[in-house]
């Protein structure tokens, strides 16, 4: 069920204020431009529902949509400043890189949405937690951002909350566990097999471009993150990304970045690396 009908969602991008020019929230709920075809509360918006919509660069007002760079530390106050409640109905997350820090500080900072929606890089295995550093970097369109399905699940059970639905190799939705146990919602161990079988399929596998030994850098693992030790948690995750590489290409040693990449590629197809140089 829903209480305030209110969601939120930041992240996915939203154009320049030019392209947005003339539009209204009932545009974005339409998916008016391509640009805007993918976001995650269209659906809601069509509904009734009351968006916001956070952008680092972008202000308006009449779309809802507010200029904040949010982070690990501002995030939980940003959303108070912006009247959002505290257990607002849905938020969706989706920011290329430091996507479970702001998580983590969302719910860490007193914010308990009932229902969210995280992107997860669906590159690493599920028993991979590893995540982007909490400083953030452009999208590279390779294979390191976000973070791994396992650091998410993590984070989020450590709030009380329940993984119900996976779209693949996309989103994990999760509802807070009260508002399960009171919609009468079985989670029993049977379905949180099947959730994390079905997930497990779409994990593991490279689909996107190998990433640099530059992008490897950004990677730690969440357990060493969350205690301060990053050095070892940069260490650990690199171990992960060289998991990786075996898993993907049969090979022991590094793969060397290519003079060719589009060549390189074309060659090795399936067979290429998570990451050249590591």
């Known amino acids: 069920g829903t209480t305030n009908r209110q969601c939120v969602e930041f992240g ?17 709920a339409n998916g008016r431009s391509r640009l805007l075809s993918g976001l995650n509360t269209q659906g809601l918006i069509r509904q009734g529902w009351q968006p916001t919509f956070f952008d680092a660069i972008l202000n308006l007002p009449r779309l809802h949509v507010r200029r904040a760079v949010l982070t690990r530390d501002n995030i939980a106050n940003i959303f108070r400043e912006a009247h959002i ?67 998410i699940v993590q984070v989020a059970s450590m709030f009380g909350y329940g993984l119900v639905s996976v779209v693949p190799m996309l989103d994990l939705f999760f509802v807070r566990e009260d508002v399960l146990q009171d919609s009468q919602c079985k989670m029993d161990a049977t379905f949180a097999n099947k959730t994390f079988g079905y997930l497990e399929q779409y994990v593991g596998k490279r689909h996107h471009r190998p990433c640099l030994p530059s992008d490897a850098k950004r990677l730690v693992d969440l357990d ?10 940069r260490a650990k995750a690199l171990e992960a990304v060289r998991e990786l590489n075996r898993r993907f290409t049969g090979a022991v040693g590094v793969v060397p970045v290519p003079v060719s990449e589009e060549n390189w590629l074309k060659e090795w197809g399936r067979r290429a690396p998570m990451c050249y140089g590591v």
Do not use: C
């Open 224 to 233: 060493l993150a969350l205690t301060g030790n990053i050095s070892e948690a």
């Open 85 to 151: 409640p505290v257990e607002v109905d849905y938020v969706s997350i989706d920011v290329d890189s430091v996507d479970v820090w702001l998580l983590h500080g969302l719910l860490l900072g007193g914010v308990r949405p009932r229902v969210f929606s995280i992107e997860y890089n669906s590159n690493f295995l599920l028993h991979q937690r590893i995540t982007f550093q909490e400083a953030w970097h452009a999208y590279t369109k390779r294979t390191v951002y976000g973070a791994s399905a396992g650091a």
């Open 12 to 28: 996915f991008g939203y154009g320049s204020e030019r392209h947005l020019r003339g539009m209204s929230v009932s545009d974005l």
